[in-house]
């Protein structure tokens, strides 16, 4: 609390607790735009504004109590999802911090300056391709009784993201591949599983971060209606884009104010990823 200096009259005081208070306000402003922002260029493939986006803090790098996330750089603190979700769903979420971590350091290195040999890139892709792997052998929900749907959300997003990131797609063709489950695609599925979640609250703090990835994806996902959807995964698209999108920018505002800086950076992340994706695939940001 401030202490009023010796000397200043009361109105003087006001005055500094006004300037505060509006300072605080306009802070809060500032990182819910940055955030919304963000997603919506994520969802729909935009490229960042660099007139809205903050470059990251310091209490960014160093929130070790803010939503984990698998877009977290560097990797960690999943050990905390234990108390909230399944081992499965823990599982899946270290995995895909992992895959973002290796996409990351290996996208650097092949457009840095300093040249990558020929093994450490093979190892890149190895660890890449072992990851997919094993979440392709996980099962799905519908073999376990309590039909856990946040793990089911997680392992369908997953799918997606590590698929795009091994064979250098866009988020929406590897969303459009069949899921054997329900005769559908990924998306269709992941919009499915989502439903039957508790995404009131966004899965709770300590999950949070992994509801907005998860919903981010689906957005992402669902906004080009340019790759051939089926007929009715085509109809649904409208709909899904404007579900998985709202939901995320929901997750992403609803974030306490201190852990703001950390939502930003892993939102940038997720962009990041998305710029590299699109750069592969042969598409640029915004088509």
Not at 238 to 243: D, E, F, G, L, T
């Amino acid at each position: 609390m401030l202490e009023e200096p010796e000397g200043w009259t009361e109105l003087q005081c006001c005055d500094i607790y006004d300037l505060v208070g509006n300072y605080t306000i306009r802070k809060h402003i500032r990182l819910t735009s940055y955030r919304v922002m963000l997603t919506f260029a994520i969802s729909r493939g935009r490229p960042e504004s660099a007139e809205l986006t903050p470059r990251p803090s310091a209490e960014a790098w160093s929130d070790t109590a803010s939503p984990v996330s698998p877009v977290s750089t560097p990797p960690g603190g999943v050990s905390r999802l234990y108390r909230g979700c399944s081992a499965g769903t823990s599982e899946i979420v270290n995995g895909m911090q992992e895959c973002t971590h290796i996409f990351l350091a290996r996208w650097n290195h092949l457009r840095g300056t300093q040249p990558i040999s020929k093994g450490r890139l093979e190892n890149y892709d190895l660890r890449l391709q072992n990851i997919y792997t094993r979440l392709l052998s996980l099962p799905s929900t519908k073999v376990d009784l309590a039909r856990d749907w946040i793990y089911e959300s997680c392992r369908l997003a997953a799918l997606i993201y590590c698929r795009s990131i091994v064979h250098g797609s866009d988020f929406a063709d590897s969303a459009n591949t069949m899921h054997a489950d329900t005769c559908g695609t990924l998306l269709s599925a992941l919009h499915h599983a989502l439903a039957r979640t508790d995404t009131h609250n966004c899965w709770g703090f300590d999950l949070s971060g992994v509801f907005l990835w998860v919903t981010l994806l689906g957005a992402a996902s669902s906004w080009s209606s340019e790759f051939p959807w089926s007929e009715t995964t085509l109809q649904l698209l409208p709909w899904m884009r404007k579900y998985f999108a709202l939901y995320a920018v929901r997750a992403a505002v609803s974030v306490p104010f201190e852990h703001a800086d950390t939502t930003i950076l892993a939102l940038r992340t997720m962009l990041q990823v998305r710029r590299c994706l699109a750069i592969e695939s042969g598409r640029t940001m915004g088509q």
